[in-house]
């Protein structure tokens, strides 16, 4: 790292105290520092926290994932939000290329270590009464549109352990707020760096679509490899108001070490559509837990989500469709392409509710094993309680196939070629499904430089 | 003088790999550069096998025999170092790759023509492109389809001889053995073939077929017919017209 | 005679099961299940030592495994368990021939058809009565071939080495709460041995029926198809409905050897007062066939995963299964397959039929082992909804370790359409009609395997349950 780029994320410890531990006292801090209705929200999910016992491979949930053995809370460390400026110069290149490799937004978000550094909006935009804000700040200047959002419909504390842990601790994040009838043509980026090994960082989004708005958002998280066992907790609350068009983008391209938890609820009304995109390919440990709950007649939703794990990776993603209104569909594909040792781990359900008649439900999961010790579990779920529906779900695991490879070579690619266009084509069809500008190229991008090295 | 051939099998036997049956039991066969050969025979003959050992398939070996190809034997080089020399397999059944789309296929094996550190130019690829997919009338938005997948028979068959047009083999081998082929997909081979011979004189071709169809509209100089892995007749363009009125059953009937 | 008379009572028929049959057992144990009739059962069999120990360890494991929490709803079975009689003695000894058996247990039987059918259809006939089998009867032209078809007491009694040597180690006691309960208290099944390349060319088939209030019947059958045998073993339930629940469950272990080919079909149709929950398995050796064929029409709750154990290489493992679930039945059916060998292959055909309040779910597990080199599964699940009030699960977990293994799952979930309907009828046929050809049409791929009279009987009986299904 270079001497700029240390000056760039120091760590208050080289400025002050020791960091705090995830306990009571830091929750305390935190609640005496904001308002007093967030502070009981605070308090209250750190309580859900205490009494909600670590989740172990005993739940159905957690089957193929044991954080009870491997992630180590007690030694981690909090960083409390600080007041920093992103300047570009220092920053490390990692960061600065990827930002750098984006193509136009609408406006910008740069979290350093879980503290907003940098926002900037189009004048055009924010005109029209479009925020795009620290998620902190916007406490202080948006404290009605908080309390009614944040850790409540979409993502309460009682959703779970790491909701509850994220909904005590998290320091902050980003608020998108689009009214009504708004469209934004452009996406808003937003890039995270992490930096500090053996550290928690606990980070919110709160994106609120109103009535017939559109919005796309790219939420970046890029760091180095970690020494140490470092904790990345993110928390995702999507509201889709009627008729709105909502795309929600994650790129998590973590360095090894870390643990990345990524906590996702998008809640789409009435003829909404609200399309998500969760790309894994970095962290030790990445799990993403999302849950697309159709609650209004006529709302649709595409998830889609690939990952590419080496090495010892471990991805999890953990997916639920929930069907509660009529006319509803969602339609999801993920896929992994597993090299090394890595782990894939699909767990998706699809739920139609008593009266979600007309219902379209798709699920989809497929699983390409590149290497002998590459391993995958796939457990595509149906609960079904309306009559008048179409609902499918396939999973497959499988290597490359030969013929492909000849049929390849046949026309002068190399054996390594051949492969390499496999792969890509074949993660490369979940992002053909959701043509973002940039989005796509990134990451085919990222996908070619993994498979060449 | 007359040119030295570009193809020559002696004594061809090959079999499936793991198994211990032989398919072809000693094929002898001679190609000339420039000339179109057709070859015939009954389902079973062994005429898709020849097929896939000439392009290096995995899943089939040659044990005995041998295949040379412009003076050297090329048995045991992979099928894309047999791709790079020129050779070129239009599959009866090309597989479907989802995610890949016909053009990026095509660039990935423009390049893997290059030298290691050569580059292929993006823009003069992309012109080369169009130009030979306006030759063969097709559409430009075909090359952004994902190779084969959710194709037509006939739509296959073009996506063949595009590949064909573009990667401008010296040997084209055409399995079209399916008897199950319609009139768009056999008049898309046929025409294919035609204006890439009459485009490169010096192009062999070998086409496979178990019909005279195909063979009405592109004259063959030379027909084969194959029986039980055998060549056991070759002729003029006669011969397949002759094999329309008779049948296969002849050959069988003098081999016993 | 034509051939579905002969056959109309062997099984399927809407519940026309409801007879009780009045008599004494010769012997009961007291409610509930506690180590004193673990020692009163084993003593009334007279057992050899090494059994009751068998028995003991059993019950102990059974009382430490918690209550499983997933599948149906089992929060009330602990009542239930308390309440029913573990072991029902009807009477002395089993007998081979009909004319011995005590006559009202034999009207029974007459009256589900049995006497009958085994003349005209089967190879061999055991019949379950309570808790013991009270008939066991194999063809003299099998028996000459040296096949073994006996009640499983007879089985330990007359062929201690090659039971012992077999018994528990398809399914340890430990495998589940249920398979432990059985291991504890088991007591009528069959005991088969089917010798080096033997065919059978007509199958066997076991009858259980529970006659009684409150009682648990806990088969347990052992099953041994020698190298390069065939044979094809049908199992039938049924019960009288009684306001209290009863309870059922079996284990069913077999062994088939290499290059064998067995194929066990379970028509199930129980009262809809009954816990139905039975643990199956085939442990398939190379290149051996095992084929699980589950149809699951009764019950109150049925909880049953026909394994195969694929041990060795080339060995192939088939689970077909129809689930009816109709007004309050829950059927949580499914299939395992285990690839532990190269070139193993699998197959789970699964189609459900939810009509009412049932609810069918499948539940199924497809796990390949390291080194299962070219192994190859193939899951397929089709669930049809009749009712808005209808519902279907589909619980399926695929465990991957081996790199060049191509497996594969899909789902469907469909109601009788519209349009189907409105086809069907145009052409003259009532809604019911046309509902019942649309649902037989659903599982016809599997039915199609079933002996003749069987399909027959399905095809009434489907009829008979959709008559008013629809509106």
């Known amino acids: ?453 | 003088m007359s040119k030295a051939p570009i193809l020559s099998l002696r004594g061809l036997c090959a079999k499936v790999v793991d198994e211990d049956v032989e398919i072809l039991h000693g094929v002898d066969l001679e190609l000339i550069p420039g000339e179109v050969h057709a070859l015939m025979g009954p389902n079973g003959s062994g005429k898709s096998t020849l097929a896939k050992v000439l392009a290096g398939h995995p899943g089939y070996e040659a044990t005995a025999g041998s295949v040379e190809y412009d003076g050297e034997d090329i048995l045991d080089l992979e099928p894309d170092e047999r791709a790079r020399l020129g050779v070129f397999l239009a599959f009866q059944y090309p597989v479907e790759i989802p995610g890949v789309s016909i053009a990026n296929f095509l660039r990935t094996a423009m390049q893997a023509r290059l030298e290691e550190e050569e580059e292929l130019d993006l823009f003069d690829f992309q012109d080369e492109l169009l130009e030979r997919m306006d030759l063969l009338d097709i559409d430009p938005s075909f090359a952004e389809r994902p190779v084969n997948d959710g194709f037509s028979g006939g739509e296959k068959k073009r996506n063949e001889i595009l590949q064909m047009a573009v990667l401008r083999p010296r040997l084209a081998v055409m399995d079209e053995t399916d008897s199950g082929l319609d009139i768009d997909a056999l008049q898309v081979v046929a025409g294919g073939v035609k204006t890439l011979s009459a485009e490169d004189p010096e192009m062999t071709v070998l086409v496979i077929t178990h019909y005279q169809r195909l063979l009405n509209y592109l004259r063959p100089d030379h027909v084969h017919v194959m029986v039980d892995g055998r060549i056991v007749r070759s002729g003029g363009a006669a011969l397949a017209e002759n094999l329309e009125a008779e049948g296969y059953e002849q050959f069988r009937a003098s081999e016993s | 005679m034509p051939q579905n008379e002969v056959v109309q009572d062997l099984g399927l028929d809407q519940y026309k099961y409801h007879f009780i049959t009045e008599d004494e057992p010769v012997f009961r144990s007291g409610r509930g299940l506690n180590e004193r009739v673990v020692r009163e059962i084993s003593a009334q069999k007279e057992e050899p030592a090494w059994m009751l120990d068998f028995r003991l360890r059993a019950l102990a494991i059974y009382n430490a495994k918690p209550m499983p929490t997933w599948g149906g709803d089992l929060s009330n079975l602990e009542a239930v368990l308390d309440q029913i009689h573990f072991y029902v003695r009807p009477q002395e000894k089993m007998e081979r021939s009909w004319d011995d058996v005590p006559v009202n247990i034999k009207d029974t039987f007459e009256r589900l058809g049995i006497p009958e059918a085994e003349q005209k259809v089967l190879a061999g006939v055991g019949a379950q009565y309570e808790s013991e089998m009270v008939y066991h009867s194999l063809k003299e032209e099998w028996e000459s071939e040296g096949v073994i078809f006996d009640s499983i007491e007879d089985g330990l009694r007359n062929h201690p080495e090659l039971f012992r040597e077999h018994f528990g180690t398809v399914i340890p006691s430990a495998d589940n709460k249920f398979s432990a309960m059985n291991s504890a208290v088991w007591s009528g099944g069959s005991f088969v041995y089917i010798p080096k390349g033997v065919e059978l060319r007509t199958p066997l088939q076991a009858y259980f029926r529970v006659n009684q209030e409150q009682m648990g019947q806990f088969e347990r059958t052992l099953i041994i198809a020698d190298e390069g045998s065939k044979a094809h073993y049908i199992e039938g339930c049924t019960a009288p409905v009684y306001s209290t629940e009863s309870f059922h469950s079996g284990v069913i272990e077999i062994v088939v050897k290499g290059g064998a080919h067995f194929r066990y079909t379970t028509i199930q149709n129980w009262s809809n007062n009954m816990y139905n929950l039975v643990t199956q398995r085939a442990r398939v050796h190379e290149n051996a066939t095992m084929e699980w064929l589950d149809g699951n029409l009764g019950s109150k709750l049925t909880m049953k995963y026909p394994s195969c154990f694929l041990v060795g290489e080339g060995a192939h493992g088939s689970i077909l299964s129809i689930a009816y679930a109709g007004n309050g039945q829950h059927q949580d059916t499914g299939g395992k397959v285990v690839h532990a060998a190269p070139n193993t292959s699998s197959q789970i055909v699964s189609k459900s039929i939810s009509k009412g309040t049932g609810r069918s779910t499948y539940r199924g597990l497809c796990k390949v082992y390291e080194g299962s080199r070219h192994a190859r599964s193939n899951v397929e699940c089709d669930a049809l909804l009749i009712n808005d009030t209808s519902r279907t699960d589909t619980y399926p977990y695929i465990e991957i370790e081996e790199q060049e293994a191509t497996v594969g799952h899909e789902a469907t979930v469909s109601k009788v359409g519209e349009e189907q309907l409105f086809y069907l009828m145009s052409r003259g046929l009532s809604e019911d009609e046309a509902m019942a050809l649309i649902v037989r049409g659903f599982i016809e791929p599997i039915a199609k395997l079933l002996p003749l009279e069987y399909a027959v009987e399905l095809n009434r009986l489907i009829e008979l349950e959709m008559e008013g299904s629809v509106g």
């Open chain 1, 1 to 453: 790292m270079s001497e700029s780029a240390t000056t760039l994320l120091r760590a208050p410890e080289e400025s002050g105290g020791p960091l705090p531990g995830l306990d009571r006292n830091a929750v305390e801090a935190l609640v005496a520092s904001g308002p007093p209705w967030l502070g009981q929200r605070r308090l209250e999910a750190w309580r859900v926290y205490e009494e909600t016992p670590m989740p172990t491979t005993k739940e159905e949930e957690w089957r193929y994932t044991d954080l009870s053995k491997t992630l180590r809370l007690g030694e981690l460390r909090l960083l409390p939000r600080q007041e920093r400026e992103f300047a570009p110069e220092g920053a490390p290149a990692l960061l600065t290329g990827s930002m750098r490799s984006d193509w136009a937004a609408a406006g910008h978000v740069v979290d350093l270590d879980g503290s907003v550094a940098h926002t900037d909006l189009e004048e055009e935009v924010a005109r029209k009464g479009v925020v795009l804000a620290s998620l902190a700040r916007a406490v202080e200047t948006f404290p009605e549109l908080l309390e009614a959002h944040l850790a409540t419909e979409a993502l309460p504390a009682s959703s779970g352990k790491f909701q509850a842990l994220n909904a005590a601790l998290w320091t902050d994040g980003v608020l998108l707020f689009v009214p009504r009838g708004v469209h934004v043509e452009l996406p808003v980026r937003v890039t995270r760096w992490f930096s500090g090994p053996g550290r928690a960082v606990f980070t919110r989004t709160l994106i609120v679509a109103e009535e017939g708005s559109r919005v796309s958002f790219v939420d970046e998280a890029l760091s180095a490899d970690f020494p140490a066992q470092t904790l990345v907790s993110s928390a995702v609350e999507v509201f889709a108001r009627r008729g709105a068009h909502v795309q929600f983008v994650s790129l998590q391209r973590m360095g090894r070490g870390a643990f990345h938890l990524s906590q996702q609820r998008t809640l789409a009304d009435a003829d909404a559509a609200l399309d998500t995109l969760n790309v894994s390919f970095g962290a030790s440990v990445a799990r993403v837990d999302l849950n697309a709950e159709l609650r209004g007649a006529g709302a649709h939703s595409d998830m889609l989500g690939l990952c590419f794990g080496e090495a010892d990776q471990h991805f999890d993603h953990n997916t639920s469709q929930d069907h509660g209104a009529p006319h509803t569909k969602s339609d999801l594909l993920y896929k992994a392409a597993l090299d090394g040792a890595a782990r894939a781990v699909f767990r998706g359900i699809i739920r139609v509710h008593p009266g979600a008649q007309q219902t379209d439900a798709y699920q989809t999961n497929r699983n390409l094993i590149l290497s002998p010790d590459a391993r995958a579990e796939s457990l595509p779920n149906l609960e079904i309680e309306a009559d008048d529906v179409r609902c499918s779900h396939g999973a497959t695991v499988g290597q490359l196939d030969e013929e492909h490879l000849f049929y390849l070579m046949s026309r002068g690619l190399t054996r390594a070629q051949a492969e390499r266009l496999v792969v890509t084509g074949f993660l490369g069809e979940v992002l053909s499904r959701l043509p973002l500008g940039g989005v796509v190229e990134k990451v085919s991008g990222i996908i070619e430089e993994r498979l060449r090295a």
